[in-house]
């Protein structure tokens, strides 16, 4: 009788620890349901001012996990943003926008289109948003080398050759309305032309942090993709040298001071923004003769950029707008 008793009082335990806490493996209904939409597409905070900070979000619900994707296109700057996930609603946590922008130029005060589309679904939902003020991108975490929005300051000096153009141009810049126009052939030299941009002139010496991990580069480039005839590879090529004064008396001595460079193909149409960190990326290598093999960002005294094709390849274009520094991660992040 004692035998039956205790075999009577486990019986519930044993069954009640075969019981699952939830189901394993993925939802049927998120991999074979219907996509529904519960709620559809909202804009909370339309007309948003990002310039002092503003930010929107949206919000809509679905009946299944999907990926979706919304797309803000400005209707005058053609400026694009996605934002993307996967899941069930979008809401503040997974949408919030501060008016950046992931496909140059920058967006203005502008009135945008909106669509959210689904991954292997053809629903779109189609909306409009208005912008009131547009991001501000340089502030306390930047330093500034130029935007063209004043003109092109005559102390930056450089050389390009008979034949080639460098010109401040107005309308269809990555930023603002000004930017600087580099293109042309040379079939005598691989250099197009330079530019050099002294610190002297953007530059207070407190300004940039002395942490090269924490300081990155950022550079709006404007492509056409040229191939090149010789070589059948893009036949723009943008070069960038970074000239240290480590001893402060205002001059590059290279058989004492570094240079750092970095060098890129220019291999797209349109604009792009190009930012990498000053002591992380690869191709960011040391001259080799002279200087303490250390870098530093505070001691920068010059940056040059190079535009540069095989002269036997035929013409070459790549416009600059918005140098900047920025602190802690690039512009774009």
């Excluded at 209904?29 to 007309?47: A, F, K, P, Q, W």
């Excluded at 503003?54 to 679905?62: G, H, I, L, Q, V």
């Amino acid at each position: 009788m004692k035998n039956l008793k205790f075999l009577l009082l486990t019986l519930p335990f044993f069954f009640t620890s075969c019981e699952k806490d939830k189901i394993e493996g993925p939802n049927l209904n998120d991999m074979y349901g219907e996509l529904t939409i519960i709620e559809s597409l909202n804009v909370i905070g339309d007309s948003a001012d990002f310039s002092v900070g503003d930010n929107m979000y949206f919000t809509a619900s679905f009946s299944k996990q999907v990926d979706w994707k919304i797309k803000i296109e400005g209707l005058n700057s053609g400026s694009v943003k996605i934002i993307s996930g996967k899941s069930n609603a979008i809401n503040q946590l997974n949408s919030t926008w501060d008016g950046g922008s992931t496909h140059l130029p920058f967006f203005i005060s502008e009135d945008c289109d909106i669509q959210l589309t689904f991954e292997m679904y053809d629903d779109t939902i189609y909306r409009q948003l208005n912008i009131q003020g547009e991001k501000e991108y340089n502030n306390e975490n930047t330093v500034l080398i130029t935007d063209f929005e004043n003109g092109f300051n005559p102390n930056f000096t450089g050389f390009f050759n008979a034949g080639c153009t460098k010109a401040l141009t107005n309308g269809g810049a990555g930023q603002g309305v000004k930017f600087l126009q580099q293109f042309g052939t040379c079939d005598w030299d691989w250099l197009i032309g330079y530019v050099d941009y002294y610190s002297t002139y953007w530059y207070d010496q407190n300004e940039l942090v002395n942490n090269p991990s924490q300081v990155y580069f950022n550079i709006m480039i404007n492509g056409d993709s040229t191939i090149s005839q010789a070589s059948n590879v893009p036949n723009s090529l943008f070069k960038l040298e970074f000239y240290e004064d480590e001893n402060g008396d205002g001059y590059y001595d290279a058989n004492t001071e570094d240079r750092y460079d970095y060098e890129f193909d220019v291999d797209w149409n349109g604009w792009r923004m190009v930012s990498f960190c000053y002591n992380d990326v690869d191709k960011l290598v040391l001259a080799t003769s002279g200087g303490n093999a250390v870098r530093n960002p505070s001691k920068i005294s010059n940056v040059r950029t190079l535009l540069l094709a095989n002269p036997a390849s035929g013409f070459a274009k790549a416009d600059v707008d918005f140098l900047i520094w920025s602190f802690g991660s690039s512009i774009l992040n």
